[in-house]
């Protein structure tokens, strides 16, 4: 199978914070999954470099654009690796390709595109023109301050796309998810779609309109395309219809709209295919405020990995909430679930089972196992097929909550066949109780490896395991020694 999952790109007006880790890490844990399902995987992200509020914040820098744009996008790069993220791609709409293919789009979309003039509200921030009776206070309502703009424009007639696409939700009741915000989007486009300003001509930040001298793209044009830039267009359009098959845009619940009326109109009208989903997730608050700035309460990626470690924070903002909820940062929350679910749950099952494994001097494997044993193997072997199903609807939160069900049984299981007796006088159910349990300590590791890679890498390494297929866990334990196991989240 082949798949694709990507993030929004992010604009680079600002350092990377939390709430961006939190969509790369979902669309990291999406990506890690499939390719240890054995699927061909790409997963793209990326910087979205053009437009009014990236070319304010050069100019107030002080700086020129393009060394500006290095400069940050290099910011989101380096966050990348903080997070332990696998990308494929990481794409800058600045890049070469990206150009051609922008380009190309407009092309290919041009028969739905006229001229004519725009005057309205305009919010730099959300780089969106707002209607007069969204207006609140006289501002959007995101908050953010609009300013009046008319020129010179061309226009996309979405207007003509309002059937197509209440038919194209209606089909695919899966292609925006959660279900909750189906409906949002739904009744939007039924209160009718007014045809959308896709060029800017008083100004130059972005992608050159083909003979068109003057005008350059919206930046949301540009920003939206970089998927299948990324998937190879124009070139490869086998490979972008293969791959947007089978795709899944994680995004933030405010950019929902953009993703899943403007371009899937944007695509029809080119006649390309269609993503599978486009997921919106919810938004992170710090310690219960939105996270400002001015309030100072932004949370920084980089200080809390090096507070936390990675593993946790990746594994807390999957825990928390369900995915695609709101949910509140705080550290008080994250040290309980280090505490209560890591250390306690996961790093004592590791701990006691092979600890007592070292300690006896190995695996001695039995698979014959007797009615007490089997209900825990069988647990370990179909753990996979269950968090299949749950990854397909990107219930990351699911995933964990069956994964935290296999170790906590797993912990009733030690404490209930209490093998430090055993060793006295049963040796053969000794070995059926510690393979059932070094098959539960596998499955666990697969099952987090998508979320913590580094600690289900040492999970792994505890047990010889390669850890790089789910097919792995088809496979019998054969006798041997481990290496003594360490901590896996020892306390300060
Ligand atoms: O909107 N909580 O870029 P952007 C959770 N360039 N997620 C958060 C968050 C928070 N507090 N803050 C940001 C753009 N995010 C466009 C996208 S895509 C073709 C173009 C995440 O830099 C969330 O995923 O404003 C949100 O959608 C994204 O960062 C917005 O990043």
């Not at 619940?253 to 919106?280: C, D, N, Q, T």
């Not at 007592?356 to 089997?374: P, T």
């Not at 370990?380 to 097929?385: C, E, G, I, T, V």
Request: aromatic letters at 12%; charged letters at 30%; hydrophobic letters at 40%.
């Amino acid at each position: 199978m082949k798949f694709c999952v990507t993030t929004p790109i992010y604009y680079i007006n600002g350092d990377p914070h939390i709430g961006h880790a939190y969509a790369s890490i979902a669309a990291d844990i999406l990506a890690r999954f499939k390719r240890l399902d054995g699927d061909e995987v790409h997963f793209s992200t990326g910087t979205d470099e053009h437009g009014i509020k990236v070319a304010r914040s050069a100019e107030t820098a002080g700086m020129d654009v393009y060394k500006f744009s290095d400069l940050m996008s290099q910011k989101f790069r380096d966050l990348g690796k903080v997070i332990n993220l696998s990308e494929d791609d990481f794409i800058r709409t600045t890049e070469e390709r990206h150009i051609v293919s922008s380009q190309q789009l407009w092309r290919r979309i041009s028969d739905d595109v006229y001229m004519g003039t725009y005057s309205g509200w305009y919010s730099a921030r959300d780089e969106e023109y707002i209607p007069e009776e969204d207006l609140s206070d006289g501002k959007a309502p995101s908050g953010a301050p609009v300013e009046w703009m008319e020129e010179e424009s061309y226009f996309f007639r979405l207007s003509a796309y309002q059937d197509r696409l209440l038919e194209l939700y209606e089909k695919n009741p899966d292609f925006i998810a959660p279900p909750s915000r189906r409906n949002e989007v739904i009744s939007f486009v039924k209160s009718g779609l007014k045809d959308l300003s896709i060029s800017r001509s008083k100004f130059d930040w972005g992608i050159p309109i083909p003979d068109a001298p003057g005008h350059v793209m919206y930046v949301w044009i540009d920003a939206l395309a970089n998927y299948i830039t990324s998937l190879g267009f124009p070139e490869n359009e086998e490979r972008v219809a293969e791959m947007m098959a089978n795709c899944v845009h994680v995004v933030g619940k405010e950019i929902l709209r953009f993703h899943a009326v403007y371009w899937p109109a944007f695509l029809m009208s080119a006649g390309l295919p269609l993503p599978k989903r486009i997921f919106a997730h919810g938004w992170w608050t710090s310690e219960g405020q939105k996270m400002s700035k001015s309030i100072g309460n932004v949370v920084d990626p980089q200080k809390t990995v090096e507070k936390y470690g990675l593993d946790p924070i990746r594994y807390f903002f999957f825990r928390e909430i369900r995915f695609g909820e709101d949910g509140d940062f705080s550290e008080k929350s994250l040290q309980r679930r280090i505490s209560y679910d890591l250390a306690n749950d996961l790093g004592n099952l590791v701990q006691r089972v092979l600890a007592f494994v070292q300690k006896i001097g190995g695996l001695r494997v039995n698979y014959d196992f007797i009615e007490d044993e089997r209900p825990l193997f069988e647990d370990s072997r179909s753990l996979m097929r269950k968090l299949r199903v749950l990854m397909d609807k990107q219930d990351l939160n699911g995933v964990l909550g069956e994964v935290w069900s296999l170790i906590s049984a797993s912990n009733k299981f030690v404490d209930h066949m209490k093998p430090w007796e055993l060793v006295k006088d049963d040796e053969d159910k000794l070995n059926r109780v510690l393979t059932a349990l070094c098959e539960s300590l596998r499955a666990i590791a697969f099952g987090v490896a998508p979320f913590m890679p580094s600690t289900a890498d040492k999970i792994f390494d505890f047990l010889n395991v390669d850890g790089k297929s789910f097919r792995e866990i088809e496979v019998n334990f054969t006798d041997q020694t481990f290496r003594p196991p360490f901590p896996l989240f020892p306390k300060e």
